[in-house]
């Protein structure tokens, strides 16, 4: 296991070792655990952003054609 080793300000270092105690946890499993969940989240979002863009390349031939000067027109209404 890597060892990481973070700067916060020392009231929040104070507030975090208090509500880990009260939880019956350490510091390190809390940080531990919030960061797998900014991970989870963090995949979830880059995947749906694959996802998009693959949809959007996918499409691009199908739309194509829809690229001329009266399209234009239509769009700065």
């Known amino acids: 296991m890597a060892v990481m080793?973070?700067?916060?300000p020392e009231e929040k270092?104070?507030?975090l070792k208090a509500i880990a105690s009260l939880e019956g946890k350490?510091?390190?499993?809390i940080v531990s655990e919030?960061?797998?969940e900014y991970v989870a989240e963090a995949q979830e979002r880059l995947e749906?952003?694959?996802e998009l863009?693959?949809?959007m390349k996918a499409s691009e031939k199908a739309f194509s054609g829809w690229d001329n000067e009266i399209d234009e027109i239509?769009?700065?209404m």
């Open 26 to 29: 350490s510091m390190t499993n």
């Open 48 to 50: 749906e952003r694959k």
């Open 34 to 36: 919030l960061i797998e």
């Open 74 to 76: 239509c769009n700065d």
């Open 53 to 55: 863009q693959e949809i």
């Open 13 to 15: 270092r104070k507030k």
């Open 5 to 8: 080793s973070i700067r916060i």
